[in-house]
């Protein structure tokens, strides 16, 4: 069996399912990873949920950092190989890997000298929930570097055509993940008890073997990574490349964080539980985006190898096959989030006057789910074409008006609701603006037929 897939030849539904399937796979373990850490989490309290979930946003925060990295070393690898340019390949892999270490070890360096002040920003209302979201922001933000690689090498193996590795690693840190947790969380044999910071420990444990797993594998490769020496420098020209495709990227990612950072202290106005609430609905709701976000990291090799190989006619029977084939897994998510909204929050949450705030959030949040893929399968398609900025541009003003509905919803009747409906009615828009968008540049290329 090819550990690569032929992204310029060939069936493109066959193209690619295989390589979507196993970025799908993994996308779904790195989801088991926090609903594996939500649901030992739980089982504390929703106080210790409110914890994880404030400091968690630092981490999320910091995936945004990593596009300048990870987009940039991908689109610029898929269309060094589609115009068959080794060479340039294996540079921008080399910088790809070597920007990504220097990002890590300055997001960890200020995610410890501002603790503090980074947390008090939510406004939080207990001591003892501060208290254990500094520590586990101090250990999942100070060793960032572990997750900052996994992306970085994740981003070049998609764009090489291999996803199977980042799959097989991700699948070796759920285990580790899995083991890890309750032993940390709860203290059990010889460690002691760490709640909120042994969750925090279980993940950076497991980020670690997933990087250790990638690096023994990476050794393995043919195409690109046999090449790569990374103490060899790589010209500067090439950084300046990268940043500039993945820029846009990361503003539109930290940017989206920052506006649920913002979200999250107006939530807060109802109390910590109303944050635990979010934290563990964002979660639960992650079955559905992660899935078109790995998606649509499959697409993004598709569409920049076929780019730089000039077939435009594989680009559009390409996207066009992928929103059939997303459709279909948003319309499940969204029967399975307002169907099932009560039996899957209970999971996580026990807590009897928790439970109807986040049957509501799942139900609300359920009836945007298409319209999420849609735009998350495109964005990967446009970055393929490196038009990152069209992506951010369109992202960052219709997320942007999730604060100004919030606030308007809000201070109706629906009141903490008015908030999910905000984020259900960005979605709605992010969705139809995204595929028209997509459909309007497929109409501008030429019409080179390849096949």
Same mark, same amino acid.
């Given at each position: ?14 193209? *690619? ?70 060479k340039k390949a294996v540079q921008y892999g080399r910088g790809a890997i070597q920007l990504a270490i220097v990002l890590a070890v300055i997001y960890g360096i200020i995610m410890n000298l501002f603790t503090p002040q980074l947390i008090g920003f939510f406004g939080l209302q207990t001591d003892k929930i501060v208290g254990d979201a500094v520590i586990y922001l101090r250990i999942a933000g100070g060793l960032i570097i572990f997750a900052y690689l996994n992306q970085t090498l994740t981003g070049l193996f998609t764009a090489i055509g291999n ?34 910071a042994g969750a925090a420990a279980a993940t950076v444990m497991a980020q670690a073997v997933v990087t250790f797993v990638m690096f023994l594998m990476a050794k393995k490769d043919q195409i690109l990574f046999n090449k790569i020496k990374l103490w060899e420098k790589t010209p500067f020209p090439y950084f300046v ?40 609905? /964002? ?25 730089? /190989? ?74 393929? *074409? ?31 609701? /008015? ?9 709605? *828009?992010? /969705? ?20």
């Amino acid at each position: 069996m090819r550990k690569t897939v032929d992204l310029l030849n060939g069936n493109i539904v066959k193209s *690619l399912t295989e390589l979507a399937v196993p970025i799908m796979a993994t996308s779904m373990v790195q989801m088991a990873y926090n609903l594996t850490d939500m649901a030992w989490i739980g089982r504390i309290g929703s106080a210790a949920v409110t914890s994880v979930g404030a400091a968690g946003m630092y981490t999320w925060l910091s995936q945004g950092v990593v596009m300048l990295a990870r987009m940039g070393g991908q689109v610029k690898v898929a269309h060094s190989l589609g115009e068959g340019k080794k060479k340039k390949a294996v540079q921008y892999g080399r910088g790809a890997i070597q920007l990504a270490i220097v990002l890590a070890v300055i997001y960890g360096i200020i995610m410890n000298l501002f603790t503090p002040q980074l947390i008090g920003f939510f406004g939080l209302q207990t001591d003892k929930i501060v208290g254990d979201a500094v520590i586990y922001l101090r250990i999942a933000g100070g060793l960032i570097i572990f997750a900052y690689l996994n992306q970085t090498l994740t981003g070049l193996f998609t764009a090489i055509g291999n996803s199977r590795v980042p799959f097989t690693a991700n699948c070796v840190g759920l285990l580790c993940n899995m083991v890890m947790d309750p032993i940390l969380i709860f203290g059990i044999g010889p460690f002691p008890r760490m709640e909120a910071a042994g969750a925090a420990a279980a993940t950076v444990m497991a980020q670690a073997v997933v990087t250790f797993v990638m690096f023994l594998m990476a050794k393995k490769d043919q195409i690109l990574f046999n090449k790569i020496k990374l103490w060899e420098k790589t010209p500067f020209p090439y950084f300046v490349t990268m940043i500039k495709i993945g820029l846009p990227t990361s503003v539109q990612d930290m940017l989206y964080c920052t506006i649920s950072m913002l979200l999250t202290r107006m939530v807060a106005s109802w109390g910590d539980t109303a944050v635990a609430v979010q934290r563990v609905g /964002g979660q639960i709701e992650s079955i559905s985006w992660m899935t078109a976000e790995g998606f649509g990291t499959a697409l993004n090799a598709f569409v920049g190898q076929n780019f730089g /190989g000039k077939k435009y006619d594989r680009i559009r029977k390409g996207y066009f096959t992928a929103a059939g084939l997303i459709a279909v897994w948003g319309l499940f998510t969204t029967g399975l989030l307002v169907f099932l909204s009560e039996p899957i929050f209970r999971i996580f949450i026990h807590e009897p006057e928790v439970i109807p705030h986040g049957v509501s959030y799942l139900k609300i949040i359920g009836y945007g789910q298409l319209f999420m893929c849609v735009e998350l399968m495109t964005v990967g398609a446009l970055a393929g *074409l490196g038009k990152t900025f069209i992506c951010s541009a369109i992202s960052i003003t219709l997320t942007s008006s999730r604060i100004p509905l919030a606030l308007l919803f809000g201070a109706t009747a629906l009141g903490l609701n /008015g908030i999910w409906w905000a984020l259900t009615t960005s979605s709605i *828009l992010k /969705g139809i603006t995204f595929f028209l968008t997509f459909v309007f540049i497929l109409s501008r290329l030429p019409d080179k037929k390849t096949e």
